[in-house]
């Protein structure tokens, strides 16, 4: 690994570390009930993100869209949105004649969405919601994305994510899941290190969750990038 990039994940580490004393809560507070971690800090949000990526943030959004297959006119629900950075992708895709939905738990990183959509001139609707309760009716998405977010939801969490996510697809519609794993030499590496201390979903437990949850897994895998694994899934 290069020494500016071992550099760059140590500060992240560093980082990620202060976040999570600080902002990182199981938040009980009306309207965001949820049973998983709540990041707060919007702030440097994206910044962190690129460390992480070493810099090919872009190509890992972009990835995980080519997975879901959007089309135009495509209704699209992003959970655990964080910055609304996916969600803005996907709106390029789906066109103007089709919507896209965030969610998040943390108001913070709901109102930095708002303002990116505004800023980016993009009809992307944000709102503060937790993923065991989602605040749409049943059938509305052709795509549910979860990006990131299943490894700071406790397993119960998790299939609640997941039967939501079914509830509101729409026949033949698609949930695309992508978090951390830990592959078999991951712990050698600083990279791997790093993952362990901050959360990962080992794939076996992803299919899991989406399985006890109402799903059928039709596709996973590796994304190719980094540590990052995949799942699609389909409501049965």
Known sequence: ???????????????????HRRNA?????????TRGRVLHSSRGYDLMAWFMMLGR????RERILDLAKLTPGDDVLDVGCGTGTLALRAKRR?????????????PEMVATAR?????????????QAIVESMPFPEGSFDVV???????????????ACA????????????VVVVDFAEASSAKKSLFGRFLHRHGRVEPRELLAALGEGGLRVTESGALGIRDFHFAIAAAT
């Open 94 to 106: 789906v066109g103007p004649t089709g919507t896209v939905h965030g969610i998040d738990a943390s």
């Open 145 to 159: 994305f979860s990006t990131l977010m299943f490894h700071h939801l406790p397993r119960e969490a998790r299939r």
């Open 1 to 19: 690994m290069a020494r500016s990039s071992r550099r760059r994940i140590q500060s992240y580490d560093r980082g990620m570390n202060e976040a």
């Open 57 to 60: 943030e872009g190509e890992f």
């Open 115 to 127: 303002r990116k959509a505004e800023e980016e001139g993009a009809s992307v609707a944000f709102e």
């Open 25 to 33: 809560t199981n938040d009980h507070s009306p309207g965001t009930a």
């Open 163 to 174: 039967r939501e996510a079914g509830r509101v697809l729409k026949p033949g519609g698609r």
